[in-house]
T-cell receptor, first 111, second 115 residues
């Protein structure tokens, strides 16, 4: 079993919808939780970062971490066609600088 | 700043050939790494380095070598290419502090096909 599980999708939703993307993990040592966005034929870029549990909001994006359930989420409000990309979750225990990655979810926002 | 640069962007190799993928960063990052990305499998770590002269293996190191003689450069060598090494390769770098290690900067990738 992988340390980080993420549904690869694709997830197709109409423009303006609220999108929910999720990852589950098994390693309770993870303290840092990240969401990266990767456009087609580009490298990933950091979208949001959360340390330990709780919520973090940045514009239309909200990241949630539930350490008791080992579950993280990314919500996108008022989704736009420009949000179409692959979203990768990543996690770290912080001890060796390595990130453990989910497989990525391909998101398609239909105009 | 150019960030993280990779060359070449595309490469086709025949089975058994060797080649070096180049990676350079100008952000004075201590940590540099190589990933391969295959459909449905996310990013898998090949090798990484926490500073000049220091390298270590990641999840899938077989068939690849690395060295780090300077802070800026981290080349990846394919010793004898195999079709299973057909993939997209990304180089990434970051600082090595608890407050910044989670932000890795990626290069544009190298698309490698081995026939």
């Amino acid at each position: 079993q992988k340390e980080v599980e993420q549904d690869p999708g694709p997830l197709s939703v109409p423009e303006g919808a609220i999108v929910s993307l999720n990852c589950t993990y098994s390693n309770s040592a993870f303290q840092y939780f990240m969401w990266y966005r990767q456009y087609s034929r580009k490298g990933p870029e950091l979208l949001m970062y959360t340390y330990s549990s709780g919520n973090k909001e940045d514009g239309r994006f909200t990241a949630q971490v539930d350490k008791s359930s080992k579950y993280i989420s990314l919500f996108i409000r008022d989704s736009q066609p420009s949000d179409s990309a692959t979203y990768l979750c990543a996690m770290s225990a912080g001890s060796n600088y390595q990130l453990i990655w989910g497989a990525g979810t391909k998101l398609i926002i239909k105009p | 700043n150019a960030g993280v640069t990779q060359t070449p962007k595309f490469q086709v190799l025949k089975t058994g050939q060797s080649m070096t993928l180049q990676c350079a960063q100008d952000m004075n990052h201590e940590y540099m790494s190589w990933y391969r990305q295959d459909p449905g499998m996310g990013l898998r770590l090949i090798h990484y380095s926490v500073g000049a002269g220091i390298t270590d293996q990641g999840e899938v190191p077989n068939g690849y070598n690395v060295s780090r003689s300077t802070t800026e450069d981290f080349p990846l060598r394919l010793l004898s290419a195999a079709p299973s090494q057909t993939s997209v390769y990304f180089c990434a770098s970051s600082h090595t502090t608890s407050t910044s290690h989670y932000e890795q900067y990626f290069g544009p990738g190298t698309r490698l096909t081995v026939t």
